[in-house]
């Protein structure tokens, strides 16, 4: 009996760290935001997730394994995903009746990720990207990377912004359908190659309160948010888009700073309030601030942000490598405690 073809195709996706915070969904099956948000995306030789999907005639069951552990894909975001991937598939395949039938085929998808899972550290935005990406891929679709980026938000919202290198913006949107609420490039990695993230891991536990349940809390109970989404984020969006197109470091190292800090006063806002910062995360920003206040000429060399959790992540330029870096890492060698695993990563921001 001739043996049964597996179709096969693998990506990697980076994690992108945003720097106008997404929070807050007006729709929650469409993971629509009810604010812009703007990400840089991390090298992909640190942070990323890889992912291979293949499909056959021969799989009996749909599957998906996360660094070897089996997941449930039977959930509505990532359903969602699927069926959009295959009815452009079935489209090609009506089209062209030379192509394999792949569509009707059960995939099978295995993961792995290079760091710890739902830590703060944006694993479902490298995790769909890269999901939306493999599928695409095996599937031959011709979809741009904004298409894609439609796609993968209905996975997680961050994801959309994953499927771009560099400095991207997602559009929040305005279309019901969310036709619109899909990511774009602002700049490429190469534009302002000397931007570095540090990425330090004060905790590799998986954060108390998931992002899609914290979000919806802030939406309904913060006053704070409000303001945040209609009076503060329009105006840091263009901001922070200015000043990554102009390479501006201390404009952007100033709304990064501010943008993380209205994140988490609104999560503070929330009733019960949600506390994802500790001890250690607060460390992070007084060493900022002390490193910000010495520099020169006064402006900011190194910016902090935190998502939903504890770790930091702090942006500075090459030439401040060993102001920024070398401070946060002799610090952490000796005097700082609540830091495990390794203690800081120097990353490349790109892709
Ligand atoms: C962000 N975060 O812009 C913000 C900052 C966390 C804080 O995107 O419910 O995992 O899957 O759409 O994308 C985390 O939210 O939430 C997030 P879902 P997601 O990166």
């Avoid at 036709?179 to 330090?200: F, G, K």
């Avoid at 409000?226 to 105006?235: A, D, L, M, T």
């Avoid at 309030?273 to 992070?284: F, G, H, K, M, W």
Wanted: proline share 4%.
């Amino acid at each position: 009996m001739a043996e049964t073809e597996i179709y096969r195709s693998s990506t990697f996706a980076p994690v992108n760290i945003a720097v106008i915070k997404y929070w807050g969904k007006r729709d929650t099956k469409l993971n629509l935001p009810t604010n812009s948000s703007l990400s840089v995306t991390l090298s992909q030789d640190d942070l990323r997730t890889h992912t291979t999907a293949s499909c056959s005639d021969s799989f009996t069951s749909e599957t998906l394994t996360l660094n070897d552990a089996p997941q449930d894909i039977s959930g509505a975001r990532t359903q969602a995903c699927l069926r959009e991937l295959r009815q452009l598939r079935q489209t090609l395949e009506e089209n062209d009746s030379s192509l394999p039938k792949l569509s009707p085929m059960k995939l099978k998808i295995v993961s792995q990720n290079n760091f710890p899972a739902a830590a703060g550290l944006a694993s479902s935005a490298a995790g769909f990207a890269a999901l939306v990406r493999s599928i695409a891929d095996l599937y031959a679709l011709p979809s741009t990377p904004t298409e894609l980026s439609r796609i993968a938000r209905q996975g997680s919202g961050s994801a959309c912004r994953s499927l771009f290198g560099g400095y991207v913006a997602w559009n929040q949107g305005t279309q019901l359908d969310g036709s619109d609420s899909v990511a774009y490039s602002v700049a490429e990695q190469a534009h302002w190659p000397e931007m570095r993230a540090l990425i330090l891991v004060a905790s590799a536990e998986k954060k108390d309160v998931s992002s899609t349940s914290g979000m919806q809390a802030t939406v309904a109970t913060s006053t704070l948010f409000q303001h945040r989404v209609e009076n503060v984020v329009p105006g840091r969006m263009e901001g922070m888009e200015k000043a990554i197109k102009e390479r501006d470091f201390p404009a952007f190292a100033d709304l990064t700073m501010k943008d993380s800090n209205n994140f988490h006063a609104t999560c503070l806002d929330t009733s019960p309030s949600i506390l994802y910062l500790n001890d250690t995360s607060r460390a992070a920003i007084r060493i900022c601030t002390a490193i910000n206040s010495s520099a020169e000429d006064g402006k900011p060399i190194c910016a902090y942000t935190f998502d939903a959790g504890p770790n930091a992540v702090v942006y500075y330029l090459a030439s401040h490598t060993d102001a920024v870096a070398g401070v946060f890492k002799g610090i952490l060698g000796s005097e700082l405690e609540g830091w495990e695993g390794v203690k800081g990563r120097d990353v490349k921001a790109g892709s």
